[in-house]
């Protein structure tokens, strides 16, 4: 079979990128761009800056891109494209791009789900294997999709409010935590212990999870202990919270996986770079003989590497988009 190169770009936040992946598992240039430090200023990402960056981005990011892997656009055989969920205006502007290529090369469109793309950046580490349970936290999404094969999604669970890694942003900013707030409160979390009395989050028999709870939790203690002029040990506070976190998404996943009897899983998503998750994870899988797998940390953030990746068996399913393809700020995984 011959090789199938992808120019995949992802613009669904504030990161401009584009990648070039070979058959969904080689990644032959990747280039990222990232606005966090102009964000920082306002403590979060704001959305008319980013799309207006995006456009000053997006041409130096495509020729960069395209020199590093030392190709043409003649060496090209399909254009992939995150085209939702995200921010609107972020959106478009990467579409736009991937529309005007795939327009002026005659190359194949491919629309991509932005969390499909997280859960296949551990495909640029080890050939998926099925069926899987994936888990997926990052600051918009917390999900737990099965797959029986490559590019089927079976959404079994998800958060009913905050997801995980919006959870992690307010709780730095209650501490007084800079952004970007979650692998801020990672590291603090790494140097205190766990002495503060919070809840587990919707600690139930489903599959979903539910964090605005533990998030207002965190924020009452804070507010109490300071009325009662009571310090407040931000890295415990941080420790105690994190513990939460992951208790529930580790007991909620393993007995997912028990109930679907699936041996490999995967994480996905900007939280799974947070290291105590990671060591827990892997500690909880070793003992129930499963097999866990990892996104390179570079891999964990925004970027369009997994794009590529995804995008090669979005295509392989026949996936194929039209030009009038239009972007999604909300969009249910399939």
Partial sequence: M???????????????????????????????????????????????????????????????????????????????????????????????????????????????????????????????????????????????????????????????????????????????????????VDKLASAGKDTYNLPLPLDDDSFNFSFSGLKSAVINLKHNLNQKGIEVIPENLAASFQNRVTEILIKKTIRAMHKYHVKKLIIAGGVSANKTLRDRLSSVCEENGFELITPELKYCTDNAAMIGAAGYYAYQKGRIASLDLNAKATDTLQ
């Avoid at 090209?76 to 969920?85: E, M, R, S």
């Avoid at 579409?95 to 789900?113: C, D, E, N």
């Avoid at 998926?128 to 936290?137: D, G, K, Q, R, T």
């Fill in 2 to 184: 011959k090789d199938m190169n992808i120019l995949a770009i992802e613009s669904s936040c504030d990161e401009t990128s584009m990648a070039i992946i070979r058959n969904g598992t080689d990644n032959l240039g990747t280039v990222v761009l990232s606005q966090m430090d102009t964000h920082a200023t306002f403590g979060g990402v704001v959305p008319e800056i980013a799309s207006r960056m995006h456009v000053e981005n997006i041409t130096m990011v495509l020729e960069e891109t395209l020199n590093k892997a030392h190709m043409t656009l003649d060496d090209i055989d399909a254009i992939a494209i995150t085209y939702g969920p995200g921010l609107i205006g972020s959106l478009l502007i990467g579409l736009q791009a991937a529309k005007t290529l795939a327009f002026i090369t005659g190359k194949p469109l491919i629309p991509v789900h932005h969390i499909a793309g997280h859960i296949y950046a551990n495909n640029l580490v080890k050939r998926l294997e099925f069926p899987l349970m994936a888990l997926v936290v990052s600051g918009g999404h917390t999900e737990l999709v099965y797959m029986k094969e490559d590019y089927s999604f079976e959404k079994i669970g998800g958060t009913l409010d905050d997801a995980v890694g919006e959870a992690y942003d307010k709780v730095a900013r209650v501490l007084g935590i800079p952004y970007p707030g979650g692998p801020n």
